[in-house]
């Protein structure tokens, strides 16, 4: 190889001969990631090349595509049903409510409206006559609403729940019955005659007053119609509800009221009955045997004495329950009251919400402000109106929050010097997210996914903070392109330079809310699919759209026109850039040159111990110490320039003449590049910063053991409000809650009573059930049918042995011996379906408790018709309904001996209370006792599965935590291969999955120290947290991998690039989240809000502290490592030449470098085009040798003197 000639010897055109040696030389395997990671660059720059050409076209295209999207939301729908929202997907309980659905229908048989009464004073005792006073003029009041809807007026009598209406086959006797049924009121005060002044119906007869529960004794009315009409069986039916005297036979609470009847018990005496004693074993309703209420359904906060005596209560409770809206529209259809107003089922909803409204608010009125006793109402459409009130957008937050991102986004791109001013970038950029958070969910509505809660409260927050993250990053990168880049390839260069950290993050964060979708709780699948897709609409729109907005923004430069207002010129566009002359040691650069090339020695020196190059352009006498850039940022800049080299006798020479203050020049770079890298990659620093963040861990894993799961009412409810009051006196007096035990098809009942007894007695010993008195049967239908075929039994043998039946005759028996008779015969067999042998061989209960299995179905039909009351009162709800069959003991026919069997049953359900429910744990440990029972149930035969709200909503808690951390383990193997195939660097990915791990477990122990309880929410924005923080570790990540030198030098370049845009989208997300703080709802503050703040944080510190120090120490090598042919001769300096530059050459250079020389040409061009980055002239204080690390031997040299050991 030729060798060149001595520096003294060349001629002044001599071109050095081209090195045999390539510049860049990729280090070991990695020359397949570069190459496809610079392919993959390749078409982002042929996009951004093609977008810039026709940016017009493109953003006309895009905004119209995204606004047609947009256009979606008009057809968006918001769901407010609970059991839509929270039970899970393709679950046992969605299975269960759909076998539910499918045989009873959609709802359920009533709804419940509440009043609960606590006192003012904390610990009062609420079982006085005074206390019960004040009970009875908020339940008056409630129970006298009335609302006038479709010209008509509705009251509680015409809507209200009436259980087992009996059907009477005298006229008069059924419309008597049907405007006196009263309606079901559990109350404490029917335990007392003022109970029945909440009951609003009256009849009326010839000569009597007007009938009303508070005069109406049934044994005495009965005494005095039965000369005048057939009343026996209805008689029967009486006795047998154990009616007797209703309401006039009981105590009154004011015996000196004038209306007090003659047949209360005080009504002589005068005296004020012990409201303790009369409310000890609860109440009962009109009817004794159906219609008993717990003492716990009535008081709450209850104390008893040693020998568990009722002493005193700090609560009391009543429920007014109302038919549901399919019952309403079925009992007045076709009644003379609606045919004029074309009667529908939704204006028998409509007429429901608005008495419950009504109730309500005149319930919480009801009291003045200065009782001593305060009522909190609630009902079915309080929840409902809550929910939609949680559900809808509110408009004030949202243009709020847009506002607020626009006036960041305008000021923070702003900048003195017009040329570079990106004020409308920003702004344009704001707005583009804005309509792509827009169309994304318009997509969304397309699509049929329904909008809830976390879709309108918190997703156009927290999407707009997603999205504009990258909008920075790209708006940063356009600024910075390298020097000469043609002005028509300045789009595609910023797609090259950024695209690539673009799609890795919201790649990453698509995957994230996708993995997110396998929580199978409808509302969070459905806000994570949305926020998935919107996402992907904001990834179109940044990659595609606002690279137009910048190409226009670039030809507003070029054309110098203002910022934001680009209809007028730029001031800044006279501006010249003028180079004065100034000494370079014994040589001037010539003034007015418009191109000045000049060859200038340098020297290239390899670091024995690492691959690392430093090139250095020696001064006259010795080495100048550099400006403070210790890691030598600009070491790896992508270009040269005329500034790098005049940079070398700035410290001595004249100063640029153009120079702009420092607080105009200082911005998140300059403080990432001067201020924050040297201090973070110091060695004591990383020390430190290991240390806290390992406490940090440490703290979370303690913490995420205090992470209770659960989500009450009480926390989404905001607070203060009238319906917090009322969750909060429910939660804390009254945690009842009903539940039911179904027995499915597939198995013969008739022949599994046994294991259905069995099944009964094993729900029924569950800690959570409540059981009934002792002194009352379970209220089950198979115990009420038995019980019933037990009564009609005793009856005919009454009857038998009295001769009154014979073989032959029922019609001198009664009506219930008549009955029983009628059972008797049946054998079940379709040839030969009576025997009346029977009489006197069979039983209709067994010696062992049970049906005799040939009459199961047909004593089944006997009973439903026969025994209305029974039958509502214990909720039986039979699917198929059995056959209507009406009993006539006087038919001589004998075709009244024919009873019809009822089909075999595939629906049928035992009805239970589940009490002393106040945490998620009391909940898991009831499911699991009542799913235990059912499977026991199920190996002898029966299918049976629990119902109600406790295991609708509370049995995802049992697979809660390990869907949890699948989802998250899945997430976590997804990122690292997306990040992987993307960056083609494994090591990188599995330093930014540790980084997001660790997130992950800190969020989660933060949780736990601010009391957040797990639940599907939390358990959403955890998993979308994986996502969400490789938005702060990917840019720091990508930076190192790509950047050359010793790992603390490329660290350091690492933050310098990225410090700006990260912060700014940590800022900008932290903008859109801060509206959420102003909701009215404390469950939006807390767990979106607070939770969401804290992963940004904790985002910024891992992505801009911990992974740093992390990658400085565990990174991965470099993947292209600068190097040249070395050399072991020293050439001399060159001699002075006239007019040309010189530089001494230092007499002894360190010994940990190999000598190599190297020629360079140094081009001074003109002023850039408008709109290029000029780097600003440094004014930073000298860099301190002694601040600089030693590591294991004298320090590396950079362009300008020392610079720390490679790491």
Not at 253 to 278: G, I, K, M, T, Y
Not at 561 to 577: E, T, Y
Not at 964 to 987: D, E, H, K, R
Not at 1154 to 1159: D, E, I, L, N, P
Request: hydrophobic residues 45%; charged residues 15%; glycine residues 8%.
């Amino acid at each position: 190889m030729a060798r060149p000639p001595p520096l003294g010897e060349l001629p002044p055109g001599y071109t050095p001969p081209a090195r045999p040696a390539t510049p860049q030389i990729l280090a070991g395997s990695l020359k397949a990631p570069l190459w496809l990671r610079a392919y993959f660059q390749g078409l982002l720059f042929s996009l951004g090349c093609g977008i810039q050409r026709h940016c017009g076209k493109v953003l006309f295209l895009g905004l119209l595509a995204f606004g047609a999207l947009a256009l979606g939301l008009r057809v968006a729908i918001i769901e407010t049903d609970l059991e839509q929202l929270w039970v899970e997907v393709g679950s046992r309980v969605s299975q269960e409510l759909e076998y539910t659905k499918e045989k009873l229908g959609e709802e359920a048989a009533y709804t419940s409206q509440m009043l609960i009464q606590t006192p003012r004073q904390e610990g009062e005792n609420v079982l006085t006559p005074e206390a019960l006073d004040l009970h009875l003029q908020a339940a008056l009041t409630a129970s006298k609403v009335q609302v006038s809807l479709y010209g008509k007026s509705w009251d509680l009598n015409k809507i209200c729940y009436k259980s087992g209406v009996p059907l009477i086959e005298n006229g008069m006797i059924e419309r008597m019955i049907e405007k006196l049924f009263p309606c079901v009121i559990l109350t404490p005060l029917d335990c007392f005659w003022e109970g029945a002044k909440l009951q609003g119906g009256s009849a009326y007869l010839p000569g009597r007053p007007d009938i009303q529960w508070t005069n109406l004794d049934p044994e005495q009315l009965l005494a005095e119609l039965g000369p005048f009409a057939s009343l026996e069986g209805f008689r029967e039916l009486l006795d047998k509800a154990q009616v007797g005297q209703a309401y006039v036979g009981r105590p009154c609470l004011h015996p000196d009221d004038l209306h007090c009847p003659p047949s209360a018990p005080n009504h002589h005496s005068r005296q004020a009955p012990n409201v303790a004693q009369e409310l000890s074993g609860g109440c009962h309703g009109f009817s004794h045997k159906f219609m008993h209420w717990q003492e716990e359904l009535l008081l709450g906060g209850m104390a008893r004495d040693p020998q568990g005596q009722l002493l005193r209560a700090e609560a009391l409770q009543s429920t007014f329950l109302l038919m549901s809206p399919r019952q309403l529209y079925e009992h007045f259809r076709g009644d003379y009251q609606t045919h004029d107003i074309g009667w529908s089922e939704e204006q028998a909803g409509t007429v429901l919400q608005a008495w419950q409204r009504r109730f309500v608010q005149l319930a919480q009125e009801a009291l003045p402000e200065n009782a001593s006793q305060q009522i909190h109402a609630f009902s079915s459409t309080t929840l409902d109106d809550i929910l939609h009130a949680f559900s809808e957008v509110s408009a004030a937050r949202v243009v709020g929050g847009y506002l607020l991102m626009l006036a960041y986004a305008c000021v923070t791109m702003l900048r003195w010097d017009c040329a570079q001013s990106q004020g409308a970038v920003g702004l344009a950029g704001v707005l583009l997210v804005a309509l792509a958070v827009a169309s994304g969910l318009g997509l969304c509505a397309l699509l049929g996914i329904a909008f809830n809660a976390a879709t309108t409260q918190v997703l156009p927050f927290l999407a707009l903070g997603i999205g504009v993250d990258d909008i920075f990053l790209l708006a940063h990168a356009f600024t910075e392109a390298p020097p000469g880049s043609p002005l028509q390839e300045r789009t595609g260069e910023c797609l090259r330079r950024t695209g690539t950290s673009v799609t890795l993050t919201s790649i990453n964060n698509m995957v994230a809310f996708f993995m997110a979708a396998l929580v199978p709780i409808p509302a969070l699948r459905a806000f994570s699919l949305q926020a998935a897709i919107v996402v992907g609409c904001n990834f179109a729109a940044v990659m595609l759209v606002f690279p137009a907005v910048l190409s226009l923004d670039l030809r507003r430069r070029h054309c110098r026109r203002l910022d934001v207002l680009c209809c007028f010129s730029s001031p800044c566009s006279a501006r010249v850039i003028q180079i004065l002359p100034q000494e370079l040691g014994n040589g001037t650069v010539p003034v007015g040159v418009a191109h000045l090339t000049a060859t200038v020695q340098a020297f290239a020196h390899c670091e024995a111990s690492s691959q690392h190059v430093v090139t250095i352009l020696p001064p006259q006498a010795q080495l100048v110490p550099p400006p403070s850039d210790p890691l030598g940022s600009e070491l790896f800049s992508p270009g040269g320039s005329t500034r790098d080299l005049l940079g070398q006798e700035e410290g001595t020479g004249q100063k640029a003449a153009c120079k702009s203050l420092p607080c105009a020049r200082w911005n998140l770079a300059h403080f990432a590049r001067s201020q924050f890298a040297p201090l973070l990659l110091q060695s004591h620093t990383k020390a430190v910063v290991l240390v806290l963040f390992g406490a940090l861990l440490g703290l979370s894993l303690y913490g995420a053991t205090l992470v209770q799961d659960g989500l009450a009412l009480t926390d989404v409810v905001p607070r203060g409000t009238k319906e917090h009051a009322f969750l909060s006196a429910q939660l804390r007096y009254f945690s009842l809650y009903e539940v039911a035990l179904v027995t499915q098809g597939g198995f013969d009942y008739a022949h599994s009573q046994r294991a259905l007894f069995d099944l009964h007695q094993r729900f029924s010993s569950l800690k959570a059930v409540l059981p009934p008195p002792a002194t009352q049967a379970p209220r089950t239908w198979l115990h009420y049918y038995r019980s019933w075929l037990q009564g009609i039994q005793a009856a005919f043998d009454q009857d038998w042995a009295s001769g009154r039946i014979t073989r032959h005759s029922y019609r001198n028996g009664s009506e219930d011996g008549a009955l029983a008779y009628k059972l008797l015969v049946q054998t079940g067999d379709a040839q030969e379906p009576l025997d009346f042998s029977q009489l006197t061989t069979k039983k209709l209960v067994d010696k062992e408790g049970l049906i005799p299995p040939e009459l199961f179905y047909m004593g089944l039909t006997v009973w439903v018709s026969s025994d209305p009351l029974g039958l509502a009162a214990s909720q039986a709800n039979f699917y198929p309904p059995p056959p209507e069959w009406l009993h006539d003991k006087y038919d001589t026919t004998g075709e009244n001996l024919r009873i019809p069997a009822a089909q075999p049953l595939e629906f049928a359900q035992f009805p239970f209370l589940l009490r002393g429910l106040q945490k998620t744990a009391d909940f898991v440990e009831a499911i699991e006792g009542a799913r235990a029972a059912c499977a026991e149930a199920s190996q002898a035969g029966v299918h049976a599965y629990p119902s109600g709200s406790p295991f609708l909503f509370w049995e995802q808690y049992l697979g809660l935590r390990r869907c949890f951390l699948l989802a998250v383990c899945i997430l976590l193997l997804c990122t690292f291969l997306v990040c992987a195939l993307l960056l083609l660097n494994p090591w990188t990915a599995a330093l930014i999955v540790l980084v997001l791990a660790m997130m992950t477990v800190e969020l989660f122990g933060i949780m736990g120290f601010l009391g957040i309880k797990l639940s599907a929410i939390p358990v959403v924005i955890l998993v979308a947290s994986i996502g969400i923080g490789v938005e702060f570790t990917v840019h720091v990540a990508l930076g190192f991998l790509t950047a050359q030198g010793s790992r603390n030098l490329r660290a350091a370049r690492a933050l310098e690039r990225t410090f700006a845009p990260v912060t700014d989208g940590a800022i900008s997300t932290l903008l859109g989240l801060l509206m959420l703080a102003g909701s009215n709802f404390d469950f939006i503050v807390r767990y979106f809000f607070v939770v969401l703040t804290i992963l940004t944080l904790l985002g910024l510190l891992h992505g801009l502290v911990l992974l740093p120090v992390l990658l400085s120490i565990l990174g991965p090598p470099p993947e292209v490592v600068q190097m040249y042919k070395e050399s072991t001769e020293v050439l001399s300096p060159p001699a002075p030449q006239g007019g040309g530059l010189r530089w001494g050459v230092p007499s002894t250079l360190p010994q940990s470098f190999a000598r190599v020389t190297t020629s360079m040409t140094v081009a001074l061009h003109p002023p850039p085009l408008p709109g290029a980055y000029i780097h600003p002239a440094s004014e930073e204080p000298t860099w301190s040798p002694a601040a600089t690390p030693a590591a294991n031997g004298p320090s590396n040299l950079g362009p300008r003197g020392l610079c720390p050991a490679t790491g």
